[in-house]
């Protein structure tokens, strides 16, 4: 049986990072109906963009654990469920049968076998598991569990065909330029000196950490445009697309 393709549908993608609360629906319907029709067992990740971070920054919260008061995990919490509801609002108008959940009912928490069979019967049942950086309670005080970590976690999990993440650029770009890396190794991708960016979470850097991790373990990494849709198809189908693939 076709083994699982795990896509991270970035925040920066499915909303306007620059506008806080603007949701992408046109984008999302768009992806939504190529991951329908490509006939591949995907399961979704989905980022903070400008709901999660937005909150989080107003509050304090990373992925570093710090003193917060509770309606900054509510809030933060509240952002991230309204804007997976919206997600999965468009998923359902587009063909696809999502199935949310937050990491920690299971990939935080239970065995990895355990989990792995969870997921693909949800699959084989034709649903599509959707799951999305969460905040979580560490010491001191709370944490964000980001999108990218997930990423990594589902990877461990599954084992997957590949990985896709989704991004508003088209590719890694060459440090202080524009110009894209087709293809970089896991060892090449972890000293690309990076900025970590103006997220609650890591940026780019976080994620080329991630994916340097994940094409270890044996699957590619693909880093396509989310607005280039049919790059995006390609990527998920494990055609040649135009962006970045990590692969060792
Ligand atoms: N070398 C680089 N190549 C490509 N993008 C880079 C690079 N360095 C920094 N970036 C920035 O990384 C951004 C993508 O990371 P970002 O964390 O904003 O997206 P995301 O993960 O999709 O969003 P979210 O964290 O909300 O899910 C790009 O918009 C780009 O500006
Ligand atoms: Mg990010």
Not at 152 to 170: K, Q, W, Y
Request: proline share 6%.
């Amino acid at each position: 049986m076709a083994r699982e393709v795990i896509v991270k549908l970035g925040g920066s993608v499915i909303t306007d990072k620059s506008q806080p609360f603007s949701y992408r629906s046109d984008v999302v319907s768009a992806l939504s109906e190529e991951i329908a029709s490509s006939d591949q067992r995907a399961v979704l990740v989905h980022g903070g963009g400008s709901f999660g971070h937005t909150l989080a920054k107003q509050h304090g919260l990373s992925s570093e654990p710090a003193v917060s008061e509770a309606g900054a995990v509510s809030r933060t919490r509240a952002a991230m469920y309204e804007l997976n509801s919206m997600l999965c609002k468009t998923m359902m108008d587009n063909r696809l049968f999502p199935y949310p959940f937050s990491p920690f009912d299971a990939v935080a928490r239970a065995e990895r076998g355990a989990v792995a069979s969870w997921l693909r019967g949800l699959v084989k049942n034709g649903l599509t598991p959707v799951t999305f950086g969460d905040v979580t309670l560490a010491q001191p005080g709370p944490r964000i569990l980001s999108g990218d970590v997930i990423m990594l976690e589902l990877a461990r999990i599954l084992a997957p065909e590949r990985c896709v993440f989704a991004v508003d650029v088209d590719g890694v770009y060459q440090t202080g330029t524009r110009v894209i890396i087709p293809e970089l190794s896991p060892s090449r991708a972890r000293k690309m000196r990076l900025p970590s960016g103006p997220d609650a979470t890591g940026g780019m850097k976080l994620k080329l950490e991630v994916a340097a991790k994940i094409a270890s373990l044996g699957p590619k990494v693909c880093f396509v445009s989310g607005y280039r849709r049919n790059e995006f198809a390609k990527a998920l189908k494990g055609q040649e697309f135009y962006g970045t693939l990590v692969r060792a």
